[in-house]
């Protein structure tokens, strides 16, 4: 959530703040705002998009090499041109870009207020702009002469909450003060140039060479030199890493949103992240990231599975999988519920926190929970070098590529298909399952790519559909067994993007309640496809249909007694049902994806939200 850049060198600083906060975007879109360091610092900012912020900018305003930028989603204060990033300290000393939550803002408000401080925003950040001021100028007499940087250090120390920043002095105008704590700071290292952003993707045009930042690192930069401290003024060696990551993967690649490309990348995204893992001629299964860990894993009590949102979803996927395949009792959390409820973890738990960003605050703190309750804690991540992986011991990265549309959708194929080789590996090492199921599972992974190209083939299909749902108010997803997550699913598609009530159900679950709802007007999309629960299915369709409700069924392919009660079938190829969840998603995202298409919505920065939910 918001997103930071900031560079200093030999380059326009503008056009790489410009061009950083467009690809920042997707992390908060509500206003924008640049300082950039000629001989004084200007500032620009405004409600709206990026673009809004590019439209007020003239020739005369884009010079200096040096400058720092924030695209912000509003936690403390409505977006408005005043609450928006950067932030001027009150006698203009400091300036500010922050990504996260300074939990005690309002005490250290009172205590500047009566220092004589006033404030111009409602935001927590221009309260942290005035500390650090406030701690600079209270040493402005002092003997030794007193840093901007110190003054940071000793600001942050009395900070609560968390923080991805970049601070720059009015007394030293070459340099940025970077530092993190809770939210993400990447910093790009070039020849003669240093570029500071919440992700890679605003660097990897100009160096792939990075250092990611750890909690309490504070980083200070010059065009010729990087000093990384922490908040104790201890120095700390960088870590500097090489990003492999292609502009290509970052762009639209002649697709109209992200989104729809994010879709239809997700047969790549599969053999990617089944790549050097799964071997079809060799029948075999092998997960490096887990090697050391598997022993544990195997003669696991109990498993634990923390997540949000849609990779909550995955990680139900994974539940139904890893009881199924290994019989080892497991439970999904959402890692919000889990971090504040007191859970009971065993020193024997296994934790798996599954996240595409690998940033999510909560997802963050439960880790930390549950390592401090001594469970073995592994992630399953999508973006590399992220914090989760970084606070995991062992894990597997799903390798679906950047996922810039805010809607998750190859992420969530692709962290399925990590938890169903985790289930299979430790199902046929535990004896969960025999040679022979878990040679056929490996033979029908290997086939999914194939079978969800099939699917996306029938796309204009789903498209007519949409023109059915687009004016509905509400909508009903039914699924069972390994179906009913993908029904929450694709409820939760439904509504993000296109802001149409919907409620995903477990379909036996309908006759307790959700059934008053169902009218001639309701679509209920039903994932029907051939399982041991078919019938049943087949039961609650027939409920729907004597109510008149709109019966929209995904089945597998050749079904003809669903065909004749549902008003319209989407066909998915058959598979072993374990796997179904792969394929039935998808004309679930097609649906949501052209239903706010057609009703005219933002698709790939739906309003309120953000992708990288980084404050809880
Ligand atoms: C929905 C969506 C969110 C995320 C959730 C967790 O389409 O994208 O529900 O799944 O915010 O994010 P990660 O996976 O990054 O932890």
Same mark, same amino acid.
């Given at each position: 959530?918001?997103?930071?850049?900031?560079?200093v060198?030999k380059?326009k600083a503008?056009?790489?703040l410009i061009?950083?906060l467009?690809?920042?975007?997707?992390?908060?879109y509500?206003?924008?705002g640049?300082?950039?360091i000629?001989?004084?610092?200007?500032?620009y900012k405004?409600?709206?998009r990026?673009?809004?912020l590019?439209?007020?900018l003239?020739e005369?305003?884009?010079h200096?090499?040096?400058?720092?930028g924030?695209?912000?989603?509003a936690?403390?204060?409505e977006?408005?041109d005043?609450?928006?990033?950067p932030?001027?300290s009150?006698?203009?000393?400091?300036?500010?870009?922050?990504n996260?939550i300074?939990?005690n803002?309002?005490k250290?408000k009172?205590?500047?207020?009566?220092?004589g401080?006033?404030?111009?925003?409602e935001?927590d950040?221009?309260?942290?702009?005035?500390?650090?001021e406030?701690?600079?100028?209270?040493?402005?007499?002092?003997?030794?002469p007193f840093?901007?940087?110190?003054?940071?250090?000793?600001?942050?120390?009395?900070v609560?909450?968390a923080?991805?920043?970049?601070?720059?002095?009015?007394?030293e105008?070459?340099?940025?003060?970077?530092?993190?704590k809770?939210?993400p700071?990447?910093i790009?290292?070039g020849?003669?140039?240093?570029f500071?952003?919440?992700?890679?993707?605003?660097?990897?045009e100009?160096?792939n060479?990075?250092?990611?930042?750890?909690?309490?690192?504070?980083?200070?930069i010059t065009?010729?030199?990087?000093?990384?401290t922490?908040?104790?003024?201890v120095?700390?060696?960088?870590d500097?890493k090489?990003?492999?990551?292609?502009?290509d993967?970052i762009e639209?690649?002649?697709?109209?949103?992200?989104m729809?490309?994010?879709i239809?990348e997700?047969?790549?995204?599969?053999?990617?992240?089944?790549?050097?893992?799964?071997?079809?001629?060799?029948?075999?299964l092998?997960l490096g990231?887990?090697?050391?860990?598997?022993?544990?894993?195997?003669s696991?009590?109990?498993?634990?599975i923390i997540a949000?949102g849609?990779s909550?979803h995955?990680?139900?996927?994974? &539940?139904y !999988?890893?009881? =199924?395949?290994?019989?080892i #009792?497991?439970?999904? $959390?959402?890692a919000? @519920?889990f971090r504040y409820?007191?859970?009971?973890?065993?020193k024997?738990?296994?934790?798996i926190a599954i996240s595409?960003?690998?940033e999510?605050?909560?997802?963050?703190a439960?880790i930390?929970?549950?390592?401090?309750?001594?469970?073995?804690?592994?992630?399953?991540?999508?973006v590399?070098?992220?914090s989760?992986?970084r606070?995991?011991?062992?894990?597997v990265?799903?390798?679906?590529?950047p996922?810039i549309?805010?809607?998750?959708?190859?992420?969530?194929t692709?962290?399925?298909?990590v938890?169903?080789?985790m289930?299979?590996?430790i199902g046929?090492?535990?004896?969960?399952?025999?040679?022979?199921?878990? &040679?056929? !599972?490996?033979? =029908?992974?290997?086939?999914i #790519?194939?079978?969800? $190209?099939?699917?996306? @083939?029938k796309a204009?299909?789903?498209?007519?559909?949409?023109?059915?749902?687009?004016d509905?108010?509400?909508a009903?997803?039914l699924g069972r067994?390994y179906?009913?997550?993908?029904?929450?699913?694709?409820a939760?598609k439904l509504?993000?993007?296109?802001?149409?009530?919907?409620?995903?159900?477990p379909?036996?679950e309908?006759?307790?309640g959700p059934?008053?709802?169902?009218?001639?007007?309701?679509?209920?999309?039903?994932?029907?496809?051939?399982d041991?629960?078919?019938?049943?299915?087949?039961?609650?369709?027939q409920?729907v249909?004597a109510?008149k409700?709109?019966?929209?069924a995904?089945?597998?392919e050749?079904d003809?007694?669903?065909k004749?009660?549902?008003?319209?079938?989407?066909?998915?190829p058959?598979s072993d049902?374990?796997?179904?969840?792969?394929?039935t998603?998808?004309?679930?995202?097609?649906?949501s994806?052209?239903?706010?298409?057609?009703r005219g919505?933002n698709v790939?920065q739906?309003?309120?939200?953000?992708?990288?939910?980084t404050?809880?």
């Amino acid at each position: 959530m918001c997103g930071i850049v900031a560079y200093v060198g030999k380059r326009k600083a503008s056009n790489i703040l410009i061009k950083g906060l467009k690809r920042l975007e997707y992390r908060g879109y509500d206003s924008a705002g640049i300082a950039l360091i000629n001989n004084d610092i200007n500032v620009y900012k405004c409600q709206g998009r990026v673009s809004d912020l590019e439209s007020i900018l003239t020739e005369e305003d884009i010079h200096g090499f040096v400058g720092m930028g924030h695209t912000r989603w509003a936690t403390h204060g409505e977006p408005t041109d005043i609450n928006a990033h950067p932030h001027e300290s009150m006698n203009g000393d400091f300036i500010i870009i922050h990504n996260g939550i300074i939990e005690n803002y309002s005490k250290l408000k009172i205590g500047l207020e009566n220092e004589g401080y006033s404030f111009k925003s409602e935001t927590d950040t221009e309260v942290l702009a005035n500390l650090i001021e406030y701690v600079f100028l209270s040493h402005i007499n002092d003997d030794i002469p007193f840093s901007a940087e110190e003054a940071v250090r000793q600001a942050l120390l009395m900070v609560e909450g968390a923080y991805g920043l970049v601070v720059i002095a009015k007394s030293e105008k070459d340099k940025l003060i970077a530092a993190r704590k809770g939210s993400p700071l990447v910093i790009g290292i070039g020849k003669e140039e240093y570029f500071i952003a919440s992700d890679a993707t605003p660097i990897i045009e100009y160096t792939n060479s990075v250092i990611y930042l750890n909690d309490g690192d504070i980083a200070i930069i010059t065009k010729n030199s990087l000093n990384l401290t922490n908040l104790k003024n201890v120095s700390q060696k960088p870590d500097i890493k090489t990003i492999d990551l292609k502009l290509d993967e970052i762009e639209k690649g002649g697709f109209e949103h992200y989104m729809l490309k994010e879709i239809y990348e997700q047969p790549k995204a599969i053999k990617d992240t089944c790549r050097g893992r799964l071997s079809f001629e060799a029948k075999a299964l092998k997960l490096g990231g887990l090697h050391d860990v598997f022993e544990e894993l195997k003669s696991a009590k109990r498993i634990l599975i923390i997540a949000c949102g849609t990779s909550w979803h995955a990680g139900l996927v994974g &539940e139904y !999988l890893l009881e =199924e395949f290994t019989r080892i #009792p497991t439970e999904v $959390e959402y890692a919000s @519920e889990f971090r504040y409820r007191n859970p009971v973890i065993n020193k024997g738990d296994i934790v798996i926190a599954i996240s595409q960003s690998g940033e999510t605050a909560d997802t963050l703190a439960a880790i930390q929970l549950a390592k401090s309750a001594g469970a073995l804690v592994l992630g399953v991540c999508n973006v590399v070098g992220s914090s989760i992986p970084r606070e995991t011991v062992a894990g597997v990265y799903t390798h679906a590529g950047p996922e810039i549309g805010v809607a998750s959708t190859k992420a969530f194929t692709a962290q399925v298909t990590v938890l169903t080789m985790m289930a299979m590996a430790i199902g046929y090492a535990n004896k969960g399952l025999t040679k022979k199921e878990y &040679e056929d !599972l490996i033979d =029908e992974l290997y086939l999914i #790519p194939e079978k969800i $190209e099939k699917i996306l @083939e029938k796309a204009d299909f789903v498209e007519k559909i949409a023109d059915l749902i687009k004016d509905a108010n509400n909508a009903l997803y039914l699924g069972r067994g390994y179906l009913f997550p993908v029904a929450l699913e694709g409820a939760l598609k439904l509504k993000e993007i296109s802001y149409i009530h919907a409620e995903g159900y477990p379909a036996a679950e309908m006759k307790h309640g959700p059934i008053a709802l169902i009218d001639d007007k309701m679509p209920v999309i039903v994932l029907a496809t051939k399982d041991h629960s078919y019938d049943k299915i087949v039961s609650n369709i027939q409920e729907v249909k004597a109510r008149k409700g709109l019966i929209i069924a995904v089945v597998t392919e050749g079904d003809t007694t669903i065909k004749n009660m549902a008003d319209y079938v989407i066909e998915v190829p058959h598979s072993d049902f374990a796997l179904a969840p792969l394929l039935t998603v998808i004309p679930l995202q097609l649906l949501s994806y052209y239903t706010a298409v057609k009703r005219g919505c933002n698709v790939d920065q739906p309003r309120n939200l953000a992708k990288s939910v980084t404050v809880e």
